[in-house]
């Protein structure tokens, strides 16, 4: 695979999460790869532009060998930040600006190429031709090697696939959060092999208390012991038989965490079993 099956996330790991210290990010860093988590997932908008810069000071302090991970980045929103001048939050997919955030992002990386460039929410003023001369310009200069979407409904990527390859989609993808699964989205992504990659794989089921999320614990806990597992390991199981071939983005700096979170991709959910955890998200029988 181009990339872990499990993908590190890393909007937490600076100053909008953990503010991770320097020799933290770099033990953090081999510890995702001592659990073959090689894939780091990035967006130039992250700590309020400043977590790439952050963790690329790591990596140059952390000998590790570039071609032993892959890092993927996201350009597109202009945020509201103290490090851009923007005056309401907005979307730029010009052609300009496009290699212009590649470029920064990879100067902040401390890296020479990424491994995938994603336009990180779909605009309403984004052009196919457009952004194909800027991915086109940054593959021929060896500055990305693929290039996808995140956040992008079926249509939008078949409108930017009119004119550029899409290798990648980035959605929201969970237990409580599985709409993909009916709207398009993933017929979309297996029918022509687009990699799909899911953010907040966990959902809300530990950030919420309701009806839904008190099925799902009661669900998974009756099989706890049936696969001698953790609940955010069945959640990840969960994710992980679609045949889709989902590659979650886990957003956990706990080293534990981690390493539990790993384990998810040995656990085979019996066909049953998988249907039993959506009947409880679902809160009734399928069709």
């Keep these: ?163 550029v390859e899409v290798t990648v989609n980035q959605i929201e993808f969970s237990l409580t959060q599985h709409s993909a699964m009916h709207n398009g989205s993933l017929d979309q992504m297996l029918l022509k092999g687009i990699i799909p990659m899911a953010w907040s794989p966990l959902g809300s089921v530990f950030r919420e208390d309701n009806e839904q999320t008190r099925r799902i614990h009661k669900q998974l806990g009756e099989l706890l012991n049936v696969y001698n597992v953790t609940e955010d390991q069945l959640l990840l199981a969960w994710i992980l038989k679609h045949p889709a071939n989902i590659h979650p983005v886990i957003g956990t700096t706990n080293k534990n965490r981690i390493t539990d979170s790993k384990k998810a991709e040995h656990i085979d959910l019996k066909l049953e079993d998988w249907f039993k955890i959506l009947v409880a998200s679902q809160g009734h029988k399928v069709p």
């Design 1 to 163: 695979m181009k990339y872990s099956r499990l993908i590190a996330g890393t909007m937490t790991w600076g100053s909008w999460g953990k503010q991770l210290a320097q020799k933290e990010m770099v033990s953090l860093m081999h510890h995702c790869l001592e659990n073959s988590i090689t894939t780091f997932d990035h967006a130039d908008i992250y700590g309020g532009y400043t977590t790439e810069a952050d963790f690329g000071k790591a990596f140059a302090e952390s000998n590790i060998k570039r071609e032993n991970i892959q890092l993927i980045s996201k350009c597109g929103i202009q945020y509201l930040s103290d490090n851009r001048q923007n005056t309401v939050k907005h979307y730029d997919y010009s052609k300009d600006y496009i290699i212009w955030s590649a470029e920064t992002s990879l100067k902040h990386l401390k890296t020479d190429y990424l491994d995938l460039f994603l336009l990180h929410r779909p605009s309403p003023l984004m052009h196919p031709d457009e952004i194909s001369e800027a991915i086109s310009t940054l593959k021929e200069q060896g500055k990305i090697k693929d290039f996808g979407v995140s956040n992008f409904t079926p249509s939008q990527v078949e409108l930017v696939s009119s004119a």
